[in-house]
C-alpha cells in the first residue's frame, strides 16, 4: 500500500516553523515569512530566530523546542554548518517533515556528504522525513503556500512538478505553470517516486511534470511511474546526459546521472514523455493539460501561409505522424473553396481560399476546421494563421472554438504570428485549444499527445 | 564576371509601375500604393488600373504602355488569367523588371506551367527579368521600398533575406529581422544564386538568411554560396524534406524538394549554415549579425541557476562543444569567489558566489565575465541569469558589456529570466551581446557560429 501521509504533511501543513528566517525584509531580502504573509498562508507560521523577540509582528522563538503547539513541517534556512544541530533539535520536537534551504552538503564536498548522510539518519531514527538539502521546499497555490524566498504569482492550474531545481519551481521565471511544486534539491529522502504518488490521488492535478538530474531507485520509480502515468500524463526533463552534464549535475545536486540511453529505455517503458529542452516542457505542460487525447496519427493541417504548410508537413514526418488522406466526400467539399487549379487539400491552403471567397478570413477558417475535424482521417489539427489587424473580421477565435466544441474528442494546435495577442488570449482563455510558439513546436507537440495516446491504448 | 544589374533593377528601382492596384484603400485593403506612400519611397511611382484617372491622388494609366517614362519594375498583382497578357506589354515597355504576385502557375495545375514557361519566355525576348510568380517582390528599406501587400515597419539592419514565401518577407510575421528581402515565389527566372550575388557586394548587407524549397541550378548555386560564405555567413531553412513536405511544396512553389541529404552535404560543403526549425533560423540572424566568430570549441558557462549550468553543459556536448578546463590560475582565482565546499569553476555556480560575496549580484556577475574571458581556454560565454527586480543592483547589463569590450574577441550569448526585460532591451541595443529565448538555443547558436568559424578556417 502507497503511503503518502510524509508527502501529505510536506504539502498539506497546518503549521509551519521558519528556522533562521531573516529580519530583513523589503525588496531583495527573499524573506519567506513576508512571502508567506502576502499569499495568504492560513496555517500557522512560527518564526525562529535566537536573536529577535518578533519578525513582521509575528512571535518569534529562540529555538524549534521553544514554539508550545506541534509543528508539522519546520525550513531550515541557515548555512550548512548550522543544519545538523537544527535538524536534531527538530526531530526532538517530533516536527513531521523538514525542508533543508541550505546548499554544500551531496552537491558539495566529502564534509557535506557525511553530514547529509547524518542527517538522514537523525530524521530516521525520529520518524521525520527531509525534503532537500539544496531546495526550495514546497508550493502548493490551493492552501497559499510557497516556501521559495523568491515572491511568486499563485496560479490554481491542474499541474503539479517535481523537479531538482529552483530554475522549474514556481518564482520569478516561471517556466513551468504549476499549482503544486516539490523541490527535491539533493533528494536525500523524499524523492521523485514520493511525489508522484502524492500526485497520483490529488483531485486538483491532472499532469504531472519532472525535471530531474538522477533518480536513486530506479526499481521503485519504473513501478510507481508506470501505474501513475496510466491515470495522468507524466512529462518530464531529464539532464546530466552527457559527460559534462554529468560532472555539472554531480556539483548541482549530487545525483548520479547515469546513462542517458537507460533513462530513455525507462521512460519509454513507463509511459513518461520526455522533453527535449525546457521548451518542450512548457510546450507539453500547456499542451497535455488542455487537449483530448489523439486517437490516430492522422494530421489535417490549415494553414494560411505556404510554407507554413510545407514545414507542418515536414514535422509531421519527422515525428511519425501522418497528413491525412482526406475522404473523397471531404475533398470534393474542400476543392469548393479553392481556385481551379489548387492540387492540394491537405495541408489546406487558407490564403487561396481567403482570395477566392471573397468572403471574411474567420468564415474561411470555420469552413476548413468544420470539413477537417468530420473527416475520419483527421485525428487532429495543426492551425497555423498570421492575423493582420484588431478588427472582428481577424477574430478567429469563435470559428475554431464552435468547430471543436462539435467534434470535442480531436486535439487542436495552432501556431500564430502577427498581429495574434487577442486571439490567442482568447484560445487560451478557452482552455480548449493550445497555441504554441512555432508551427514546428505545435507539430512536436501533438506528437508527443499521440506518443501517450500509444502508451495508453496498449496499457489499458 | 558576375552581372548583378538585373537584380539591381528589382532592388534599387528609380520607378515602379503597379499594375493591377486597387482603388480600395485602408484597413484590410492591401494596397500596395498606398503603403509605398507611407513608407515615402524616394522613386516614382505609377499606378495601372484601366478603370481609375487617379489613386490616392496619384496620376493612373490604363496600361503600363500608356506611362510617358521609363519604368525599371512592374508589379503584377491581378489574377492569373491576365497575367501573360500584361507580362507582354511589360516587355514591350522595355520593363527592366517585373514582379508577378498571382499564383497558380507552377504551383498550380498543368494549364499554370504552361503559363509560366510562356511568361519566362517572353521576358526573355525583351532582356526581361521575373521575380516570382506567386512573389511578394522585394523589399528594402535603405530606400524605404516593400511590394508586399501587408504593411511592415522597415528596418535598417545588416540582414538580407532570399525567400520563397511570404512568411518569411518583412511584413507582419516580422520573423526575420531584415531590412532587404527577396521573395523568390516559384523562382522561375530570378533564383537564390542571383540573390546571393546581389547580396555579396551590398555593402549594406553583413548577414544572409535563407528560407528554400527547391533550387534549380545546383551547380551554380554550389559555386556562389561558397564564394559568398567565405565573406558573408548565409544561414538557411530548407524545407520540403521529406514525402509529405515535398508533395506540399510542389503546391506551394511548384519546386523539386529533392533529397534532403543531398542539401546537408551541399550546404555543407558550401559553408552554408543549415538551420533546423523557423525558431533557429532566427535566433541565427540574430547572433551571426552581432557577435564575433569563435576561435575554438572552448566554452564558458556562467550560470545563476545550477540546473541552468547543467543543461548548458548537455547541450556543449550534443553540439561538438567543449566545456573550458580553466587554467590554474584562472581556478585559483574563481575559488575565491565560491564558498569553501563547492566542487566545480565551470559551469561558474553563481548564485553561491554571489551569497558568499554579500556584494550586488552585478559586483559577482562582472568578476565571474572577466576571469572567464582572460582565460585562455575559453573562447566563448554562455551566460544564464534570472533578474529578480527592477532595482539598480540586477542591472548586469554594463557589466557584462564592460567585460565584453575589455576582450573584444569572444562571443557572448546569454539566456535570462524573470524580470528581464529591460537588462535585454539594454544588451540587445549595445549590438555586442546575443540574448537567446532559452538555455538550449543559446549554446545551439554558439555552436552554429562555431562551425561557420571553422569553415572559413578550413577555407581562407
Known sequence: MTNIEPIKAFMEPKSIALIGVSRNTGEDSFNILENLLHYGFSGKVFPVNPSADQILGIKSYPNVKDIPEDIDIAVIASPRSTVLNLVKECADKHVKGIVIVAQGFADGDEEGNAMQREMVKTAREAGARIM??????????FCNLNTSF?????????????CQSGLFFPGPPRLILAAKAIDLGNACDIDVSDGLEYFETDPDIKLITLYIEGIKD??????????????KPIVALKSGRGEYGAIASKSHTGSLAGRDEIYDAVFNQCGVIRAADIEELTDLARTFSCLPLIKGRGIGIISMS??????AADMCQQHKLDVAELSSETLAQVKRLFPPWLAISNPFDAWPAFQVSGRPYKEVVSRAFNLMLADESVNGIVFISGIFGKQESWDISQAILQAVDAVKNKPVVCWLYGDHDDVQAKLEESGKVAVLPSCERAVRALARLREYTEFLEKNP
Chains 1, 2 share one sequence.
Not at 132 to 141: E, R, W
Not at 150 to 162: E, R, W
Open 306 to 311: 505556404g510554407a507554413g504548410g510545407v514545414i
Open 132 to 141: 532537500g538539502p539544496n531546495s526550495l521546499g514546497i508550493a502548493n497555490s
Open 150 to 162: 523568491a515572491f511568486s504569482k499563485m496560479d490554481k492550474v491542474p499541474v503539479g512538478i517535481i
Open 218 to 231: 530506479g526499481r521503485r520509480f519504473i513501478d510507481v511511474a508506470r501505474r501513475v502515468a496510466k491515470k
